[in-house]
């Protein structure tokens, strides 16, 4: 009975959300691409390469973070078992395009299916794989007991249950529950999330607490850092600038940024700043706040070779790719969706490149990540708007605080990295 009660309701709601998923194609594009993945319905040639005698993995990530998650989970397993392929499913446009960059030619890349029998028995059938693993905290139902109920061992990986999330799971521990323990490993960011998925019902045997797999993700890109250099030496900026990089960065905290950078001029004259949106076709607005705020805008998409420009031009790195590249050069950072939106975005990547790394008081999508970046005092929060900018204000006119901070961060995200062999390594025992 609870089964057809979700499909019913999941069906309905789907239905409701059409329009939605509708105006996002529109706006972003790319979900049009391969849109019959969705009801587990495949080209003639996936079908075929699915077919081809492969011992394939299934392996689940919703967007571009859970992505850079799998690829670096199939690297290791690629390390540790030689003989195995990946189907690898995403939900959004975005994450389709990073996961094109993680996927060998003995891979294939989907869309997740709606999670309707229908749909997933189809994909199932498709698919045949020897195991499932969801990265992060996407629970699909239909997806965990059918392949289940086909002996298929499911893992979720670098499990996290947010603040926002762990009320919802626990009032509805009589269903998530048994969802959860159909599962055959749990492994765990913290023993915050691990408590937290006990609440919702699963049996504590089944979690094991590992760490958080995004330590080990993220990778300086020195190719990518010395093409970025010329670009910038091109477009004017100086060998001893300084830059304060906004990094993805969320309606809003672009137009904060800009207001510190005409204070921080003041005080630090060969300063420039770098804004790096977190959604690319929010690009357009942010030009205009840099134009209101009377800086010449240099947009990155749109000028492939530059030539000097004011001395005070502000960069608008609307591009795919190149935020590791841009943090490797960057000062001081402030990391996005953690000042006036909720979640945050990676921290640990300008924290490796050791970059002056500062957030806002929201950052509870990080929160494993982030109890260890400030025990080691990696890392500044800040509590509020005003002492976010008093924060920044300080870094950028004290050098020498500022490359202090990005040492400890640097070596606080070595001390953490080594998570993913270990759980590759029982994961692969388990199956």
Sequence with gaps: MKWFLYNFLFTIAYICMMPKFLWRMARRGGYVNRFADRFGCYPPEILARFNDGRKRFWIHAVSVGEVAVAGQLMEELRQQSPDIAFVLSVTSSTGWTQAQKQVRDTDILIHNPLDMP???????????????????????????????QRNIPVFLVNARISDRSAPGYRRLKCWFGPVLNMMTRIYAQSDLDAQRLCDAGCDAERIEVTGSMKFDVAHRNEAKEAELRDYLTSAGFSSNARILLGGSTWPGEDAFLLKVYAKARAIAPNLRLILA???????????????????????????????????????????????????????????????????????????????????????ENFRPVMSDLLAHEAILQAPDEATLEKTLLGLLEDPTAAKALGGRSSKAVALRCGVTPRLVSDLLKRI
Excluded at 123 to 147: G, H, K, M, S, V
Aim: charge should be negative.
């Design 277 to 363: 949106p977190r959604h690319f076709e929010k690009a357009d607005a942010v030009e205009a706040n840099i134009r209101a705020a009377g800086f010449t805008c240099l947009r990155r998409s749109r000028v492939a070779s530059p030539t000097p420009m004011p001395e005070d031009t502000v960069l608008l790195a609307d591009t795919t790719g190149e935020l590791m590249g841009l943090y490797g050069l960057a000062d001081v950072a402030f990391v996005g969706k953690s000042l006036y939106e909720h979640g945050a975005q990676n921290m640990i990547e300008p924290c490796l490149c050791g970059c002056a790394t500062v957030v806002g008081p929201n950052t």
């Design 118 to 148: 229908r749909c997933v028995k189809r994909a199932l059938e498709a698919i045949r794989p020897e195991a499932y693993i969801i990265t992060e905290t996407e629970l699909w139902p239909n997806i965990i007991r059918l392949a289940t």
